[in-house]
């Protein structure tokens, strides 16, 4: 389910001038690091990963979950968190190897919504 959720951004990447980043494998640490925007649109009971492939609803390779919120014994409620970071280890994006693929994030949460972000298209190149 998409909600205009905005694309990702890449820790350490200049971003692109057309709508594709071109990353070089060689040059990659081990793990790339994915940004994903704060918004108000997710709460903070969520969790959220990272996901590649062109069908968002059957991505062909997803990340490990992280939470969107945590618990604030003073409040007695979940805070949501800024600044969530995800990780996408330099070995899933070898398959892409010459060509491009979507990186987006996902949501998880109790109702099944799961909905999704933009797109931000990689370039994968040696």
Not at 32 to 42: C, G, M
Not at 68 to 78: I, N, Q, R, V, Y
Not at 96 to 105: D, P
């Amino acid at each position: 389910m998409s909600m205009h959720l905005a694309a990702p951004t890449l820790a350490h990447v200049a971003p692109s001038q057309d709508d594709c980043v071109t990353l070089q494998l060689s040059q990659l640490p081990d793990i790339l690091t994915v940004q994903v925007p704060d918004s108000s649109d997710f709460a903070a009971n969520w969790s959220v990963y990272a996901i590649l492939g062109g069908d968002p609803e059957e991505p062909e390779w997803q990340g490990e979950e992280v939470d969107t919120g945590a618990w604030d014994d003073a409040e007695d409620e979940m805070e949501k968190l800024t600044g969530i970071e995800l990780q996408v280890p330099k070995e899933a994006l070898r398959p892409y190897l010459n060509r491009e693929v979507e990186l987006r994030y996902k949501f998880a949460d109790e109702s099944s919504m799961e909905p999704y972000s933009q797109a931000l298209k990689l370039r994968v190149e040696s």
